[in-house]
């Protein structure tokens, strides 16, 4: 009787929960938790919970679970890869690229520069936007309403047009009249992308994140409680450039007709001309003030949207727009279309304008990285050895391009707008001019603007350029592999080596080290872009007209040479657009297609759209919270512990979870992460958020968090965080990889180089995993205390 008294009278054990996040590509539940037979305890077929359904119970009987933790598996995959039409997200690639330069910026506590390189980047987002409707204006307005329709010639080869065209006597024959047809489409497309943002923006950045402690003086920018809930900036944001896309139109269909008026219209007419280009202007610098000033609010939960102030912007452009097609659709008998339409001159100002605030960017961001640091997070004493946390002599990690990551990711994303605009311009004009090229004798198109034939133009030599690099790497790749083999054989001295196995394992080394030569080939390809591009801008602006016909005169190998840039740079934006559009279908059909394509927005699409609204969503903004109020909800209904294991991607998002965490649950929940890309990629490219002294505020906030990594992995690496006098710091590894040499007892079969995956199959991980729970529970039976993440409340 006494025996089961005190067996009755014995506390409970506290539950223990493994948190499993997965990485970039995704996987099922089944895969991750090794078990046929899963429920889903939360969420939904997007992104969920799931356990094995013999776990699905573990709460009610804890004692069951003693040896090790209930595993859990967190679905975030269906996020980015989840249907097909996800894929067509592809075509807003460049709006994903310039979302990212705003997340690149250098920390700093100078807050007037940090405001001005964040609407730098908005304002060049911008410009991409009205780039793509320009684009479509270029197509719809210019080589369809205004050239082809205009010219019988292509009408002849286009019966689809004989209602429009010029001389047959219709309605729709007037210039004008076809004008405002056509700007049915780039409108279309306008409001498309307004819809996708809407859509988008309820499911994702409309979902309320855990309500953490309140945020205090030095409070990390991950640990804000606004930080994943960009409701009111990205209403701001798609306002303004759905109101700059309408413009753009307007403009597109009111400015031929103007020109024409001036030369002889009656006054009122040309009066009203005058009167619509005013209210465009003065609604276009309404949209370019509404984007300066929609900075994100991460202090706190915002969920003001401005809807007066955006219905009022967004109502008047289309009101504009409207009246623009009824002011170019008035009859003008004398009016003919001829050579190109007048407003595709605009492309010359829009590359301009987005190299100026290029160079802009590049200028904040040099005096944000030469700027004293933010005050860092005093050191403390542990609470184990009473040592302070961190070295103070330890030098800075390295930061992407000396902190003008932002404004070389800025151009790129420019130079992707470019390929995409410039080759459907130059598709489209094939395609019109039945297999001719346009502008040249018997043509009966003057094709698309001059300046987009010389930014083609250009592509082949940064091919160019790319392949110098890309044999320069090679090279360097072998030298390196020959340089690794004394290495390899130094990690296994027992075995007897065999030349082709070390240098199998030698190149795996190399190759991944590859990616920290990603900044140099960036750096390369964006000067390079960069002065190609301003020198066909000036070809553009000096000549008028294209390479080849700037080059007629010249020797035959000079004309020869420009000839054959300018096709084949045609053909290879055309290329570039038509295997962007073929990957979108073919992952719209395909789900391992999709899956890879899924790969791409799991990296890109990490971060909130804080500069462009039409960029594909943050998946984030749903899997942050997702991890928080699980992990909150839990422990404050179990009181049990948890080991968040993150792999890959899953790292990324588990370290932004447990910022967000309040202090009570943090001190109950460990970090466990393995192929961490937290100091390797994210600290060198985003050094305000993964920087070191987030990092490492982060370690001395966490009562326990061990990374695992391997030499051979190309994404993962080192968090690099030294520890205390007596502990070991955040690292394990290097983990031997592979884990055996040659063939032995334990290891008869020829074990493979896993690179990036399979780390819980390396006997360290149940190690580490058994290490972290034992220090979230100490002898005495009682939680660690919990410590607030640094300058955060923790009451």
């Known amino acids: 009787m006494t025996v089961g008294t005190d067996a009755e009278a014995a506390p409970r054990p506290p539950l223990a929960l493994e948190l499993l996040v997965h990485g970039v590509g995704g996987t099922t539940p089944e895969r991750m938790l090794d078990d046929p037979r899963t429920v889903c305890l939360a969420g939904d077929d997007t992104a969920g919970v799931h356990r094995r359904a013999c776990d699905a119970d573990a709460e009610e009987h804890p004692e069951q679970h003693r040896e090790a933790p209930v595993p859990e598996a967190y679905c975030w995959s269906n996020l980015t890869s989840g249907n097909g039409s996800r894929a067509l997200w592809l075509l807003l690639l460049p709006f994903m690229v310039a979302n990212l330069a705003h997340w690149m910026r250098p920390p700093s506590h100078r807050r007037t520069l940090s405001r001005g390189y964040g609407a730098a980047v908005r304002l060049l987002a911008l410009t991409l936007t009205v780039l793509l409707v320009a684009a479509a204006c270029e197509v719809a307005l210019d080589l369809v309403g205004w050239q082809c329709a205009g010219s019988p010639r292509c009408v002849r080869g286009s019966s689809w047009l004989g209602f429009a065209a010029a001389g047959s006597g219709g309605w729709w024959s007037e210039p004008g009249r076809r004008l405002a047809l056509a700007a049915l489409v780039p409108a279309a497309l306008t409001a498309l992308l307004w819809w996708l943002s809407h859509r988008t923006w309820s499911a994702y950045e409309s979902q309320r994140p855990a309500p953490g402690a309140a945020a205090g ?276 001295p027992d075995e007897q080596h065999r030349p082709a196995r070390t240098r199998q394992i030698a190149a795996a080394v190399a190759r991944a080290r590859l990616t920290d030569s990603a900044p140099l080939l960036v750096a390369v390809v964006c000067a390079a872009a960069f002065v190609l591009g301003a020198a066909a801008v000036t070809g553009a602006l000096t000549g008028g007209g294209t390479p080849g016909d700037r080059a007629a005169d010249a020797p035959a190998a000079v004309s020869a040479a420009a000839r054959a840039a300018q096709a084949l740079g045609s053909w290879l934006v055309g290329a570039g657009v038509v295997a962007l559009v073929a990957l979108g279908r073919r992952a719209y059909r395909d789900p391992a297609a999709r899956r890879t394509v899924g790969i791409l927005w799991d990296v890109g699409t990490f971060w909130p759209r804080a500069a462009h609204p039409f960029a594909p969503p943050c998946y984030a903004e749903r899997a942050v919270p997702d991890l928080s109020w699980r992990m909150e909800s839990w422990t404050a209904r179990t009181g049990g512990r948890i080991i968040l294991s993150g792999h890959s991607q899953g790292s990324v998002l588990s370290a932004a979870a447990v910022w967000q965490l309040d202090p009570a649950t943090r001190g109950r929940v460990a970090l466990l992460t393995y192929g961490c890309p937290l100091t390797r990629l994210y600290g060198r490219w985003f050094p305000a958020y993964f920087g070191q002294q987030p990092l490492d505020g982060l370690h001395h906030d966490m009562h326990a968090w061990r990374n695992l990594w391997r030499r051979t992995d190309p994404i993962g690496g080192p968090v690099g965080i030294r520890g205390t006098a007596g502990e070991g710091g955040v ?65």
Request: one cysteine or more; proline letters at 9%.
């Open 217 to 492: 003086p030095g409070t990390p920018s991950l640990a804000l409680p606004g930080f994943w809930y960009g409701r009111r900036s990205v209403a701001r944001l798609r306002a303004a450039h759905t109101a700059a896309g309408l413009l753009t139109v307007a403009a597109a269909v009111t400015v031929p007709a103007l020109r024409h008026d001036h030369g002889g219209a009656s006054v009122p007419l040309r009066a009203l001309g005058w009167a619509l280009a005013g209210l465009i202007c003065c609604l276009a610098l309404a949209a370019v003030a509404v984007t300066c000033r929609a900075a994100r609010s991460e202090a706190g939960l915002d969920d003001a949207t401005d809807h007066r102030s955006s219905r009022a912007l967004l109502a008047a452009s289309a009101a504009a727009l409207a009246a623009a097609a009824c002011y170019a659709a008035w009859h003008r008998p004398a009016w003919t279309a001829t050579g190109r339409l007048p407003t595709a001159q605009a492309f010359i100002v829009l590359t301009v304008l987005q190299g100026a605030l290029i160079a802009a960017l590049a200028l904040l961001a040099a005096l944000l990285y030469r700027s004293p640091p933010p005050e860092s997070v005093p050191a403390q004493a542990d609470t184990d050895t009473g040592a302070g946390q961190g070295d103070p002599g330890e030098p800075p990690r390295p930061v992407a391009l000396s902190g003008l990551a932002g404004p070389a990711v800025g151009l790129l994303a420019c130079g992707l707008g470019g390929v995409l605009t410039g080759g459907g311009a130059q598709r489209a004009a094939d395609w019109l001019d039945r297999g001719r090229t346009p502008g040249e004798a018997g043509s009966p198109l003057a094709g698309p603007p001059a300046v987009l034939t010389w930014e083609a133009s250009v592509i082949p030599l940064v091919l160019a350029l790319l392949a110098v690099a890309g044999a320069a790497v090679a090279w360097r790749l072998h030298g390196r592999e020959r340089a690794l083999c004394g290495e390899v054989e130094a990690a296994y």
């Open 731 to 795: 690292d394990r590894g290097p983990l031997l990889d592979p884990a055996a040499y040659g063939r032995s007892v334990s290891h008869p079969l020829p074990e493979p180089v896993r690179g990036h995956s399979d780390f819980q199959a390396d006997p360290a991980f149940a190690r580490e995993r058994a290490a972290l729970l034992a220090r979230l529970l100490p002898a005495g039976g009682k939680a660690l205390p919990a410590q607030g993440i640094s300058g955060r409340s923790s009451g």
